[in-house]
């Protein structure tokens, strides 16, 4: 395989694999958060729940409220590669760590999924997970590890996905730090200026294999 369909591979794999299918950038300059800054605040309009993380060295490229009310953030950290994705949603009921639980039992059974290894699913703790790395696609090393975590609070469910091509077991420090300072947790909290809704792809859509578009809530 030469090494401009290498090339193309890697990309589309980086585009595609985040929870949404990425349309063209809004044109908003990227925010950098820096060390030693306060964590990064995602929440609602309208609610008191709110999910905080430490998003230091990463790139900010997307923060938004989608027209079906979901809060969507995308950041990047250019000195690894890794990426994170979080997604907010309000539901009609009560959220809960069971409803977590079954949304990454659904994302298990997926063909991308299945086509991975080291998958585990943990639920044993407060925020279960779920982990896999792809090994390959199309013949091309990828080596791409993928964290999906999901928490529950009142009535939003938070959930959050890590992912990296050509992962080592020097990039496990940062993605246990992403989960680790991932908090979703009552307010009062300070009011968050959203982002205008726009037409967007729905989270959780296309990828290389599908996933599907479907709620969080049990």
């Known amino acids: 395989m030469n090494t401009s369909r290498i090339g193309a591979v890697r990309s589309t794999l980086l585009a595609l694999t985040s929870l949404i299918l990425l349309p063209l950038l809004t044109g908003e ?17 309208n609610s008191h729940v709110g999910l905080t993380i430490d998003l230091a060295g990463f790139m900010i ?52 999924v299945s086509r991975g290894k080291d998958v585990a699913l943990s639920t044993a703790r407060d925020i279960p997970t779920l982990e896999y790395t792809l090994p390959r696609f ?31 077991d020097a990039d496990a420090a940062l993605f246990q730090q992403l989960l680790t300072t991932a908090r979703l947790q009552p307010g009062p909290l300070p009011r968050v200026t959203a982002h205008q809704p726009n037409n967007a792809a729905p989270l959780f859509s296309v990828e290389t294999v599908r996933y599907e578009a479907r709620t969080i809530a049990p």
């Open 29 to 45: 300059l990227s925010a950098m958060a820096l060390e030693g800054s306060a964590p990064t605040l995602v929440s609602q309009p």
């Open 61 to 112: 490229e997307r923060d938004e409220l989608k027209p079906n009310g979901r809060r969507y953030l995308m950041a990047s950290h250019p000195a690894t590669g890794i990426n994170v994705a979080v997604v907010l949603e309000q539901v009609a009921g009560q959220a809960s760590t069971g409803g977590c639980i079954k949304y990454l039992r659904q994302l298990k059974k997926g063909q991308t």
């Open 138 to 168: 199309h013949g091309v090393r990828l080596d791409q590890k993928s964290l999906y975590a999901c928490m529950a609070e009142a009535n939003v469910y938070a959930s959050m996905h890590v992912s990296k091509l050509q992962y080592t």
